[in-house]
C-alpha cells in the first residue's frame, strides 16, 4: 500500500466515514457531504488564524508593557524632577575630583565618582567600575571639576541674616557721616517710613574700629540730619552686641528703663554721658533689651521674605546647612511651617536660645522633646544656646584682667557666675548639648570649671545606659581668647571648640591694643593647637557667625590657611599672616565646615562627607581649591572660589550640573 492511501485511510478513519457506506450512498449525498467538509475545514483555518492574531496582539502588548516597564526602571525618558539633575531619579557624578571627607573605616579621602538615588549617596568610588554597575542610572560627566561634601556653618544666625537683608546695612561703614548717608538712601527706599507711621528704621553692621576716632557714636551722630531725626532709629553693631539709637528712639523706649536710668542688671550697659548722666543712644549686650521693646516686630510675610534671601544667599555660596545659634521657641514653630510649605531648602540645626534673665526662659521652664530630622532631614533641634560673656569689640568679653584700652573695664558676664554651673546642669540632665557663648578668658574659665564640675558629678553617679560625660559632646562657642593652662581642658573634659576664622582676622587690628601681646600669643584665636597639641578633640567646628561675618565659607578659609587681610597683609606685616603657627591647612578647614561641623551636631552618620548611606549634599567648584602645593589655587584666587553648583539631597537648589 503506498503511503497516499495510507494517509487517505487515515483521513477516512479520522473523520468518522465508512468507505463501504460512503460507496453506497447517492451522488448528490455524497456532494453534500464534501461540501460540509469543506465548510468545516473553512470555519477551523479561520478560527486558527483569529487565534493566531490575538496570540500576536498579546504578544506585541506584553513586549510594550515590557519596554515600558525596562525603560522607566532604567530611566531613559522619565519626567525631569525639579531643579534635580535633568531626566533621572539616580544619576552617577563621574570624571569629578571629589574630597569625600569620608574617615569611616576602609574608607578613600579621593575618588571620581560617586552614585545618588532617592536623595542619599548609594556608592562611592572609580569612573569604570560605577559607570558599569549603575549603567541603567544617568552617568553626569563633571569634566574634571572639583566636588566636596555640602558646606555646613556651624554658627550663625539664618533670621538675623534674613532680617539684615531687608534692613538698612551699615557694613564696612568708615565714618558715621557715611552711616547717616546710607541711612537716607534707604528713607528714600522706604517711603513709608514716616513721622507718622510709628515705623522705625532698623539695621545693622556699624563698627565703630573702622572710624578715626575708634569711640562709641551717639544719638547726636544721627541727628544731625533732620530727617533721621524725625522717625525712630535703632542699629546693631556688627557683632550684635551693642545698639545705637537716636534720640527720638531713647524716648519712645524711656518707659522700659529702669527707674535709676542705669542698667541693674549683670549683663548689660546703657552708656550715659558722664558729664549730664542722659544716655548716649548706645545700649550695650542685655540693655539692648530695651530697645527690642519698643521695635515693632516683623510681620510673617516679612519673614518668609526674610528667609528666602537668606538661604538663597547660603546656597549660592555652597552653604547646605548650619547651626542656628540661638532660636526662640516660635521660631521653631516658624521653621516647621516653611519646611511643610516647601520653602526651607536647607538644614538647621537649631539650638534654643535659653536668656538667663528671662522668668520664662526656656531651659528652666522645661525643654521640649528632641525634634530630629523634620522633614527629611530639614529641622533638628536637640541643643541649647547660653551666652555668658560680650564681644571684644565692645568691651564686653569678659576678661580676668582688665583691658590694655580701657583700665576701668574688664567686661561684662551675663550669666552670674554662680548660677553658670546650675544652669548647664539643667540643660544637660534633659538630655540636651549645652553650646555655651565664652569670648573672654574669664568666660572661657567659669564655663569651663563648670563643665569639670558637672562632669565629676556625671560620671560618680554611674546610671546604666548613661553615656559617657564626653558624648554629650558639650561646646564652647567662640573660646576666643584663653589661658594657656585651660587649653587642654577641653580635650580632658570632651568640649568642643566652635570657632570662627573670620573673628580673628576682623579683630587682628585692634587685638593687640584692647589685650596687649602676651595674652594674645598666650591663647587667643588658637586652632591647630586644637587640633595638633590637645589630646581629645578630635574635631574643630569652623563657621563665620553670619551675619557677623561674610557667610561665604572661602573667606573663612582664606582666614583659617592665612591668618590674614584679604590683600595678603596682617599686623605682623605685608604678606605675612598673624600668628601663623594657628594656621590650618586647606583640608582641615574644608574637614571643619564638613564632617566636623555634623559630629559637633550629632548627624556625622547622616551627613558631613561623600559616603554610602548619607544624604547627597555637595557643592560642585570649578577648580580644585583644596589641593596645595605645587599648581594650586593662590590664595587670592582660594578666597574667590565660587561653587556652580549646590546640591541638597540630590537636589540642585543653586547653579546647574554639566549636561551630556
Not at 531725626?229 to 553693631?237: C, D, E, G, Q, Y
Not at 511643610?340 to 538644614?347: A, E, H, M, Q, S
Not at 595678603?568 to 561641623?597: I, V
Request: with cysteine.
Amino acid at each position: 500500500m503506498s503511503d497516499k492511501g495510507a494517509r487517505r485511510r487515515v483521513a477516512r478513519a479520522d473523520g468518522g466515514a465508512n468507505d463501504d457506506v460512503d460507496s453506497a450512498r447517492s451522488p448528490q449525498l455524497r456532494s453534500g457531504t464534501r461540501a460540509v467538509r469543506r465548510g468545516a475545514q473553512q470555519r477551523a483555518r479561520l478560527t486558527d488564524g483569529r487565534t493566531a492574531w490575538i496570540l500576536l496582539a498579546v504578544g506585541i502588548l506584553f513586549s510594550l508593557a515590557t519596554i515600558l516597564v525596562a525603560m522607566q526602571y532604567f530611566d531613559l525618558f522619565s519626567p525631569r524632577r525639579s531643579r534635580g539633575p535633568p531626566g533621572s531619579s539616580c544619576f552617577v557624578m563621574h570624571n569629578a575630583t571629589v574630597y569625600t571627607v569620608d574617615e569611616s573605616p576602609g574608607s578613600a579621602a579621593a575618588a571620581n565618582s560617586f552614585v545618588v538615588a532617592d536623595r542619599r549617596f548609594v556608592k562611592v568610588g572609580e569612573n569604570v567600575h560605577l559607570l558599569d554597575e549603575f549603567r541603567h542610572c544617568r552617568a553626569i560627566d563633571a569634566r574634571g571639576q572639583t566636588i566636596v561634601p555640602g558646606i555646613t556653618d556651624s554658627h550663625g544666625h539664618l533670621m538675623h541674616l534674613g532680617y539684615s537683608l531687608i534692613s538698612a546695612d551699615l557694613t564696612g561703614a568708615q565714618s558715621p557721616a557715611e552711616c547717616r548717608e546710607r541711612l537716607i538712601e534707604y528713607l528714600d527706599a522706604h517711603p513709608e517710613i514716616t513721622p507718622a507711621s510709628n515705623l522705625w528704621i532698623v539695621g545693622r553692621g556699624w563698627d565703630q574700629t573702622l572710624w578715626p576716632t575708634k569711640e562709641f557714636p551717639t544719638s547726636g551722630d544721627l541727628d544731625a540730619d533732620r530727617r533721621l531725626a524725625a522717625v525712630p532709629i535703632s542699629l546693631n553693631r556688627v557683632d550684635e552686641h551693642a545698639s545705637w539709637a537716636n534720640k527720638r528712639a531713647v524716648e519712645l523706649v524711656r518707659k522700659h528703663f529702669p527707674k535709676s536710668g542705669k542698667w541693674e542688671g549683670v549683663g548689660g550697659e546703657i552708656v550715659v554721658d558722664p558729664d549730664t548722666g542722659e544716655p548716649t543712644g548706645v545700649f550695650i549686650d542685655d540693655a539692648m533689651s530695651i530697645l527690642r521693646a519698643g521695635i515693632p516686630p516683623f510681620t510673617e510675610a516679612q519673614s518668609f521674605e526674610a528667609l528666602r534671601l537668606a538661604t538663597e544667599r547660603m546656597l549660592r555660596h555652597g552653604v547646605v546647612g548650619m547651626h542656628d545659634a540661638g532660636v526662640p521657641l516660635e521660631a521653631i514653630a516658624f521653621f516647621k511651617k516653611a519646611i511643610d510649605l516647601g520653602k526651607f531648602p536647607i538644614r538647621n540645626y537649631a539650638m534654643i536660645y535659653c536668656d538667663a534673665g528671662d522668668p520664662k526662659n526656656p531651659c528652666v521652664a522645661g525643654l521640649p522633646p528632641h525634634l530630629l530630622g523634620y522633614g527629611d532631614g530639614k529641622l533638628t533641634v536637640r541643643s541649647v544656646k547660653l551666652v555668658t560673656d560680650g564681644a571684644l569689640g565692645s568691651w564686653g568679653a569678659a576678661m580676668i584682667e582688665p583691658y590694655s584700652d580701657r583700665p576701668d573695664k574688664t567686661g561684662l558676664m551675663r550669666i552670674p557666675k554662680e548660677e553658670i554651673e546650675k544652669l548647664i546642669s539643667t540643660v544637660v540632665d534633659q538630655g540636651y548639648q549645652a553650646n555655651v557663648h565664652c569670648i573672654g578668658d574669664l568666660a572661657n574659665k567659669l564655663v569651663l570649671d563648670s563643665f569639670e564640675a558637672i562632669k565629676s558629678r556625671w560620671d560618680s553617679e554611674q546610671k546604666p545606659g548613661r553615656p559617657e560625660f564626653r558624648e554629650l559632646r558639650n561646646r564652647i562657642e567662640h573660646a576666643q581668647l584663653l589661658r594657656k593652662i585651660d587649653i587642654a581642658r577641653f580635650g580632658r573634659l570632651g568640649i568642643i571648640p566652635s570657632v570662627q576664622p573670620t573673628h580673628a582676622t576682623s579683630d587682628m587690628s585692634y587685638a593687640e591694643t584692647r589685650l596687649g601681646r602676651q595674652r594674645v600669643a598666650d591663647g587667643a584665636y588658637i586652632w591647630r593647637s586644637f587640633l595638633d597639641r590637645v589630646v581629645g578633640v578630635p574635631h574643630l567646628p569652623l563657621s563665620s557667625d553670619f551675619p557677623v561675618e561674610d557667610l561665604n565659607p572661602m573667606p573663612g578659609v582664606y582666614a583659617a590657611v592665612t591668618r590674614a587681610f584679604a590683600n595678603g597683609s596682617s599686623p605682623a606685616g605685608p604678606d605675612r599672616g598673624w600668628y601663623t603657627e594657628e594656621c590650618l591647612s586647606r583640608y582641615q578647614s574644608l574637614r571643619g565646615f564638613t564632617l566636623s561641623a555634623a559630629y559637633a551636631s550629632f548627624q556625622d552618620e547622616e551627613q558631613g562627607s561623600i559616603a554610602a548611606g548619607k544624604y547627597a549634599d555637595f557643592v560642585v567648584y570649578p577648580k580644585d581649591w583644596v589641593r596645595e602645593g605645587a599648581g594650586s589655587l593662590s590664595a587670592r584666587e582660594l578666597r574667590e572660589a565660587l561653587p556652580v553648583a549646590t546640591v541638597v539631597g540630590g537636589v540642585v537648589e543653586y547653579g546647574s550640573l554639566p549636561t551630556e
